[in-house]
């Protein structure tokens, strides 16, 4: 029996495009009605790749999870920003998901960026991006780094302790300086106040000491902590960072002209989340520009995880639920339950007949380690060894965060576009 060719990125984008080239939506259509033709897409490109593999003669990397990415989700998140929050410009935070394809999609739909390292910088570089849309937001990164960026043509920097504005003064004075405050992230899921940002308090003696080593600053950064739920945070956070830019007005230390928002936002609160913005930006003034890293609004719906059983137990009881082991686990492809906190739930897919009695299920990854527990208890219909199941929301905090660790592969990525807009800016309608 011939056996199924593996995808390659460029393959899968243009023959699945070809194939479902019926599914292109015109941007007309409304968010929900688009997220649920990406849905479709993508279950039809899993079905397709999996119906052709013959679990009793295939090659082991015939079985290996795989990813399907949606470029079309992407450019709609992106327009979903700009209508909502077109005083705010996005820079997208590569650390979420580096991906090329993601970094071209937004290079080319005009966005900027926000990068932690070097290797960020370039990769967003290569892309054709002007080093004036690019923020290097990582205030502990090393004095070596942020001299690189600056040879990139990188100034915009974010900087929160004195030592960082002695290491300005002397190693790189041309830098645009925000000073970073440590907003409330206690609602958030991951507290990044905890390691980063200083207080009001501290933010005053900081612009002193700036002024006096005559250091550009240039503005006032936050971060209300990624995945946020506080949907008071953005309106809160804006107006601390407000005062402190009368505070520097008033005496006559700075005038800003920049204002960075940070991330936290979320693909379902985005809306409140949005319009509590919106509402502190009134009274930012209009001579400041407004700009945001938002990182897993962009992506995170984007990706579908597709994961096969190894093995099911059905007489073993792990506290009540049946034990199921697949191929993908928190060291790999679903290391977001670990680094981001998340709780992902799987689907189970294509099955002819699923049975409607569902069973309680405890699912683990594929590793040697006990560690490497994916949910401890979820229902499902009746699953069976070799049966695949799917994850949804994984393009946030996946691809980067994933090892290799015991060997286990990392999913590929299968790329198709339920977005015409989106593919045609990637080049991928000639290949159709
Ligand atoms: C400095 C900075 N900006 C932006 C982000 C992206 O945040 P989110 O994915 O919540 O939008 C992060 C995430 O850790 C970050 O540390």
Redesign the pocket.
Known sequence: MARPQITTKKYASSAIDKVDNKLHDHGSGDSRNSHEKSWQLAMRVMTKRIEKIDVDTCEWEEVLPFMVGDVGEIYRQRQRWKMMLPRVEAHY?V??NPEPTVIRLLARMNSSF?CASIPEVEAVLEHGVDPSKIIL??PRASVRQKVAAINHGVRQMTVDTKQQLHDAKKYFPTAKLLIRLAPDDSKSK?R?SAKFGCSFDKAKELLHVAKHEGLDVVGIAF?IG??ASDTQAPFNATMLARDLINYAEDSGLYSFSVLDV????TDHLFEPMAASLKAALEFIPQSIRVIA?????MVSSAFRLACQVNDIDYEGNNEGNIPIHINAGVYSDLANVISDHQVRIPKLLCKQDPSSESFRYRVWGPTCDNFDEVVKSCSLPKVSQHDWLYFEEMG?YTIPCATEFNGIRRADIMWVSSERGASSLLGWDADI
């Open positions: 935070a650390k979420c926000d937001a990582h991951c990044l971060h990624s995945d940070g991330g936290g936002f890293e938002p990182g897993r609004f946030a």
